[in-house]
């Protein structure tokens, strides 16, 4: 058992143990009490009938008992009541301006855990401060990232950094824990943090350990060398001293489909050395990142501009063209059908086609070396947001069943009608309910939404949220296990999910069933790391 789970284990208990103190005197007392529903805790232990009451924006009771002279009862007959939703892969550094968060409420997400994939910001403290100015209808945490540290100290040059360099990426990473980050990100497919050693990785890490937080890894391959890729994130860990959580947890290359008894298997034997090791994962087949991951990271040094010099380079460029084929090959893809684009801004008609697709419409022609010209011509006009088609239903599968995986979007704040997103924003936990419970049985109710609760809050040490218990902040969401689900598609991301009657942010209703209330109920959430504060020298 980890010190982490001890201690989350711990706070459970005693708050178990004292209601006393935060019962209201009686049902007159209660600001909100749901009833008749079928608690699914997020324990994973199975359902229970019962009511549940809200005082102050806390849960103060859980059981049967008399709801009348409540201010205000939902009536949850024949419904599930479950804790939020913790999503622990956001993307929504942008979320102050769409502070709805609509597209995660409507599918029972109540908290977001973003700065995935080593892009985050890197003031946290102003960050979470502008709660202050601007509430939010979810809760909010965040990790601070590795391409960003990495960035501001030392921009997006391909080498080692230097001592001072390392230095001041160190202390950006301990002033973002001690502002409340919860942990430490990377990108390693990304620009810069793909420059990078390991031996650089660790010692940012180590920074983030010394505050409790967690190291939330995009691993640095996720296809052909996937094996390697997720043993450095686990030596990471292990050397770092602190939990690893592996992002977006799959197999990207056609040429290892069926192989998920291996990566996992690499989980499996940490957890039984001792080192806590979690992942994530979203419901789809497909994922979605910048249309600059086809290209080989070298080019990409510098900066756009730098890249597009080096492209105006014959020899470089062949270089380029041939890298490219090399990874088709490799990944057994014979060209880029798979490739569509969500959003380009240059010519906003080639959203939601592939690139074998629009290079037809663009070139004339569609052989693979007019799909590659073709890239290379959107990445030198600013580049594309993609959804990749790469991965197989029986890994996806395989990998939910896992009693580490959790459920998480990989999403950034939808503007509805905007662009062709990857659906997993609009309906990836709906989808878990749908698909994966009710029509495949792939797991069971209880367990999904411990994947979606409890297990995301211990991973990320938020002591107060995940669980449906007696002084917990009410964190709550309703819907029918016989209709949720997902309508957002590839082809039509822009759909909300369906089956959920109500999502409550601290003890306020958010989402009724049918709109957005108004209520802007969020709060930041912090790493153990704001707790760590300097004791003022009291001379006698």
């Known amino acids: 058992m980890t010190k982490r789970f001890a201690a989350f284990l711990l706070l459970v208990t005693f708050l178990a143990n004292t209601p006393a103190a935060l019962r209201a005197a009686g049902p007159e007392g209660f600001d909100l ?3 008749n529903g079928r608690i699914v805790d997020g324990t994973g232990n199975p359902w229970f009938k019962g009511s549940v009451a809200v005082k102050d924006g806390r849960i103060v009771r859980v059981g049967r008992f008399d709801a009348s002279g409540a201010m205000q009862v939902i009536d949850a007959k024949g419904q599930i009541v479950a804790p939020g939703f913790i999503d622990v892969h956001g993307h929504t550094e942008d ?25 985050s910001v890197t003031d946290v403290g102003e960050f979470l401060g502008r709660f202050r100015d601007r509430p939010l209808a979810v809760n909010l945490a965040t990790l601070i990232g590795h391409n960003s540290v990495r960035s501001a100290a030392m921009g997006t040059e391909n080498r080692a950094p230097t ?20 942990g430490f990100s990377t990108g390693l497919i990304y620009v810069p943090g793909t420059y990078s050693e390991t031996e650089e990785v660790v010692e940012l890490a180590k920074a983030a350990s010394k505050y409790g937080g967690t190291y939330a890894s995009h691993i640095r391959n996720e296809g052909n060398e996937v094996v390697e890729a997720i043993k450095e994130a686990i030596n990471i860990g292990e ?12 197999i990207s290359s056609k040429a290892l489909w069926g192989q998920t008894p ?3 298997g690499l989980v499996e034997d940490a957890r039984k050395r001792g080192i806590p090791v979690t992942v994530d994962q979203y419901a789809y087949t497909a994922s979605s990142t910048s249309l600059d991951a086809r290209l080989p990271t070298w080019l990409l040094a510098g900066g756009r501009e730098e890249g597009k010099k080096r492209l105006a380079d014959p020899p470089t460029r062949e270089k380029v063209v041939k890298e490219m084929k090399e990874w088709l090959k490799n990944a057994k893809f014979k060209d880029y059908e798979f490739a569509y ?6 010519n906003p008609e080639f959203n939601g086609k ?24 959107m990445y030198g006009k600013g580049g594309a947001q993609m959804v990749y088609q790469q991965m197989n239903e029986p890994d996806v599968q395989n990998i939910m069943r896992q009693p580490f995986t959790m459920i998480a979007s990989d999403s950034g704040v939808r503007r509805f009608g905007s662009g062709v997103p990857h ?13 994966y419970v009710r029509e495949l049985k792939i797991v069971s109710l209880e367990d999904a939404i411990r994947k979606m609760t409890s297990l995301p809050a211990q991973t990320f040490g938020l002591q107060d949220r995940g669980l449906i218990r007696e002084g917990f902040a009410a964190d709550l969401v309703i819907f029918d296990e016989n209709t949720v689900g997902d309508k957002a598609t590839l082809e039509q991301p822009h759909q909300y999910a369906v089956g959920f009657s109500a999502a409550i942010v601290n003890g306020k209703v958010v989402f009724d069933g049918t709109k957005m209330t108004g209520e802007m109920s969020g709060t930041p959430l912090f790493g153990p790391g704001k707790k760590v504060v300097e004791r003022p020298v009291v001379l006698p």
């Open 33 to 35: 009490v749901i009833t």
């Open 95 to 119: 979320i102050f301006d769409n502070p709805t968060a609509e597209n995660f409420v409507r599918m029972g997400v109540t908290s977001i855990v973003t700065g995935n994939c080593g892009g």
């Open 163 to 182: 001592p001072d360099e390392q230095k001041k990426m160190n202390e950006l990473v301990e002033k973002a824990m001690r502002e409340g980050a919860v």
């Open 239 to 250: 050397q770092a001293g602190m939990p690893v959580e592996i992002s977006h947890f799959k």
């Open 262 to 264: 291996t990566t996992i």
């Open 341 to 346: 684009v969500a959003s380009y801004r240059e």
């Open 354 to 377: 592939n690139i074998k697709h629009i290079t037809k419409l663009a070139r004339g022609k569609d052989k693979l070396d007019e799909q590659i010209e073709q890239i290379l011509e």
């Open 423 to 435: 659906p997993r924003g609009y309906g990836n936990n709906a989808r878990v309910l749908g698909r």
